[in-house]
């Protein structure tokens, strides 16, 4: 044999393992690529499916129901083209498309969660994030239209506000059930300042006027109190505190 021969029958060979490892390189880039998406899918389908069912329900809306059963159904079809044998997913698509088909007639089955303390709280406001953060990415990614991505970020940062309305309603509530009217004014002071900082602060004048009552009301019952010992910081004025505006701010290009 020519060392010629032998010379090609070599280069031939390192140019076959070049090629080989080649293309192992992109069957495993392609392996890692198609885990990273599933992963991201399976991720993104089960925040959108934990909010759809989990949210409470004086904050769940049928449209609101509809829009996370779509967003359940995109990311469910779209891991199907990954897992075509998966049955679950399969039966789980065409239960999600026949609720879409009902339209603003969905179902609507979660129940009223009061929002009585401040774990409470902080939990629902977790959720909302949740939900700012899969509505603002799944604008960026065309799932939804800018306009409608707009309207639903509005709509979260009103749900924000009823849940703050209701916390600070409920703890002065349970504070004036207590006899504890300073406690109870605490809250009710919170309350005014939150809506009266809002940034159209008109669809909530009939709730800030309550609150103003409530406050008046508690201000007198501490006058009217026999012994007005000044109070010490409690856990619910800790609780106020951390619950403050600037916890929950958001960088939102649709602002």
């Known amino acids: 044999m020519s060392p010629l021969v032998i010379t090609i029958l070599i280069v031939s060979g390192i140019g ?3 090629i080989i490892a080649y293309i192992n390189h992109m069957v495993e880039n392609n392996k890692l690529e198609k885990a990273r998406i599933k992963a991201d ?27 996370l059963s779509r967003l359940q159904l995109h990311f469910s079809e779209r891991m199907l083209q990954l897992e075509k044998g998966n049955s679950t997913l399969k039966a789980r698509t065409e239960e999600l498309r026949k609720l879409i ?3 603003e007639s969905i179902p609507v089955n ?9 774990a409470k709280a902080k939990d629902v406001r977790f959720q909302l994030e949740n939900l700012h953060g899969q509505l603002t990415r799944c604008a960026k990614d065309g799932i939804i239209p800018s306009n409608d991505a707009k309207h639903w970020l509005k709509e979260v940062r009103h749900m924000l506000t009823q849940v703050h309305i209701e916390f600070f309603g409920n703890l002065g ?13 605490l809250a009710f002071e919170r309350g005014v300042q939150y809506l009266r900082k809002q940034p159209d602060p008109a669809p909530y004048q ?19 109190t026999s012994t007005p010992a000044a109070e010490q910081p409690s856990e619910l004025e800790a609780g106020l505190e951390s619950l403050g505006e600037n916890e929950w701010k958001k960088n939102n290009i649709y602002d």
């Open 16 to 18: 076959l393992l070049i």
């Open 41 to 67: 899918l399976n991720d993104r389908l089960r925040r959108s499916t934990d909010l759809a069912e989990t949210l409470p329900g004086q904050l769940m809306t049928p449209a609101l129901k509809l829009l």
């Open 101 to 103: 088909a009902q339209g």
């Open 110 to 118: 979660n129940p009223p969660q009061p929002i009585i303390n401040e």
């Open 173 to 185: 509530q349970q504070a004036l059930q207590k006899n504890q009217p300073g406690q109870a004014r």
């Open 206 to 224: 009939a709730t800030l006027k309550k609150f103003q009552e409530q406050l008046d009301r508690a201000n007198a019952m501490v006058l009217e």
